[in-house]
């Protein structure tokens, strides 16, 4: 049959500003979670990632934000470009799962010049 | 370093006709993914190879997919027979260690199929 895609989250942001994903995850056993950003017509690419261990880390420009309480994660763009205008999404994971990542549902940023 | 490369990366069929998907995975890395990403959502794990071995084909639909890795290296995907709700993107990825949750996977591009 014919598939409908889901209507993804849209975040709109000045070029400039700085921008705050979030993402709930499902699993609370997972100790591990990746931001991925994903460009139209490409695959998936690694920003950042974070243990449970852990409730920040930061990178260029990046930080990764881990409330466990609540199994929430947020991803904090600073300063956003015109090309950091894509889909983010977050993955979850654990220890026992050898690699098998859980994405969530995608947010899609567009950042006006 | 080159990326994972794949290929076609867009296909279009007829439904009940057969396809495949070619993978070749960055040099060095051991464990091989197929994702399924349907529009507007997140990928999801079909198969992970470490080397040759399929350690986890718990999502793959076994009645018309199928998929090899013979020499540990490069990888196909197969669909046979196609249909119309297998119209997504194929993505492959590959990360360097086996087994290890923490190792980055890096994907490639994907091929988009499209089922008429």
């Known amino acids: 049959g014919e598939s409908v895609g889901l209507h993804l989250p849209t975040l709109s942001v000045q070029e400039g500003d700085n921008s705050i994903i979030n993402c709930a995850y499902s699993n609370s056993a997972s100790d591990y979670f990746i931001w991925y950003k994903q460009e139209s017509g490409k695959g998936p690419q690694f920003i950042i990632d974070i243990r449970s261990n852990m409730d920040k880390r930061q990178g260029q420009r990046v930080t990764v934000l881990l409330n466990k309480t609540v199994k929430h994660l947020s991803l904090q763009i600073a300063a956003t470009q015109p090309g950091d205008s894509a889909v983010y999404f977050c993955a979850e994971t654990n220890y026992n799962q050898g690699g098998k990542l859980i994405f969530g549902q995608g947010t899609e940023l567009s950042v006006k010049p | 370093e080159a990326g994972v490369v794949q290929s076609p990366r867009y296909k279009i069929i007829e439904k009940k006709q057969p396809v495949a998907f070619w993978c070749n995975p960055i040099s060095g890395h051991n464990t091989l993914y197929w994702y399924l990403q349907n529009l507007g959502q997140g990928p999801e794990l079909l198969i992970r190879?470490?080397?040759?071995?399929?350690?986890?084909d718990s999502q793959l639909p076994k009645d018309r997919f199928s998929a090899e890795r013979l020499k540990g290296v490069d990888s196909t995907l197969k669909i046979q027979p196609a249909e119309l709700g297998d119209s997504a993107v194929y993505l492959c990825?590959?990360?360097?260690?086996?087994?290890?949750?923490?190792?980055?996977?890096?994907f490639g591009p994907g091929t988009r199929l499209t089922v008429l």
């Open positions: 190879y470490e080397n040759e071995e399929a350690v986890d």
């Open positions: 990825a590959s990360s360097r260690y086996s087994g290890l949750s923490t190792d980055t996977q890096y």
